[in-house]
């Protein structure tokens, strides 16, 4: 039972380059999630989704961009990596509205560092 | 508009000895509120969760928690520390009110436990 999955686990990029993080999971959720955390500040939604074929900007959407071609699957792209955008990277899924006895379930997080 | 305060952003306690992690909230709705545990390197991992049913909440590994509308909080305990312990705990609140759920999470509280 895997639940999220996130790749890769660790990146190291030069600034101006660009990446895609890959989430994916098993458990036929609708709503998919991507967070950042940074050190004191919790985690901050960048970008989420409703269900297949549909995202939406969360708190920090500048400079991220996303997309949900199927179900399990929920990509983030760093269109060209910025030093501000070193943060760790997280993944998380949920059957529905969040708020709906329907807790949040994470991947094991992606530490990105831009040089 | 939802947030939520954690009071202590580190706390030590001893192997054995009660564990207290502060959380109060603000919520113009009726709240959905959940504690998650971080491991070193880990995503996050529900301890428990309040969804207007019982205000005493227990949840995994012998946590609990209380809801206290009054006191707009919702504290974290567990009687007896243990070293697996150790990690970032999280209080997040969600309001019935959104359509899809926002979770607002806390900047987190770090758990030391001394031998």
């Known amino acids: 039972n895997a639940g999220v999955t996130q790749t890769p686990k660790f990146r190291v990029l030069k600034t101006g380059q660009s990446m895609t993080l890959l989430c994916a999971q098993d458990m036929n959720h609708e709503y998919m999630y991507w967070y950042r955390q940074d050190p004191g500040m919790g985690l901050r939604l960048i970008h989420y989704?409703?269900?297949?074929?549909?995202?939406a900007k969360g708190e920090v959407p500048d400079g991220y961009n996303v997309s949900r071609l199927k179900k399990q699957n929920f990509l983030l792209g760093l269109e060209s990596a910025a030093p501000s955008q070193t943060s760790v990277y997280f993944c998380a899924s949920s059957r529905g509205r969040q708020n709906s006895n329907q807790p949040q379930h994470f991947g094991d997080g992606t530490r990105l560092s831009i040089l | 508009a939802q947030s939520v305060t954690q009071l202590d952003s580190h706390v030590s306690v001893s192997e054995g000895t009660p564990v207290l992690l502060r959380c109060n909230y603000s919520s113009s709705y009726s709240p959905s509120l959940f504690w998650y545990v971080q491991h070193p390197n880990k995503g996050l991992q529900l301890l428990l969760k309040y969804t207007s049913a019982a205000t005493l909440v227990k949840g995994i590994n012998g946590f609990e928690a209380e809801f206290k509308k009054s006191e707009t909080s919702f504290h974290l305990t567990k009687p007896s520390a243990h070293m697996s312990d150790a990690a970032e705990y999280f209080c997040?609140?969600?309001?019935?009110?959104?359509?899809?759920?926002?979770?607002?999470f806390g900047a987190g509280t770090q758990v030391v436990v001394t031998p």
């Open positions: 997040v609140v969600s309001d019935d009110n959104d359509s899809w759920g926002k979770f607002q």
């Open positions: 989704s409703v269900g297949e074929g549909t995202t």
